[in-house]
């Protein structure tokens, strides 16, 4: 059982794509000590979504269908239902007050 959970957004994963995001150097230098180290990785279905459109859109199809092949083995998905949907709107407008 792996002694920690990060959940990956999608300015996550863009960064660690395009080499032109001011994040790339950070996210590219930290993806390979999380995939040896007893972290299990976990984003949403709605990430995922999310992210190929972002993809798509930015970089084309090819870039968006190689991120999805190669990048989603590894990481864990979890499919947002109503439920879940509502509990992280709540969550995200709880943390909007602060």
């Known amino acids: 059982m792996p002694l920690r959970r990060i959940y990956i957004d999608t300015s996550a994963f863009y960064a660690l794509i395009d080499r032109s995001?001011?994040?790339?150097?950070?996210?590219?230098?930290?993806?390979?000590?999380?995939?040896?180290?007893?972290?299990?990785?976990?984003?949403?279905?709605?990430?995922?979504a999310e992210t190929m459109n972002l993809l798509q859109h930015r970089l084309g199809f090819e870039a968006a269908s190689l991120w999805h092949k190669a990048v989603l083995e590894i990481v864990e998905i979890q499919w947002v239902d109503e439920t879940v949907h509502r509990l992280a709107h709540e969550l995200w407008m709880r943390l909007g007050r602060l």
């Open 21 to 48: 995001d001011k994040h790339h150097a950070t996210a590219k230098a930290l993806w390979p000590s999380l995939l040896t180290s007893d972290t299990a990785l976990f984003t949403s279905s709605d990430v995922v």
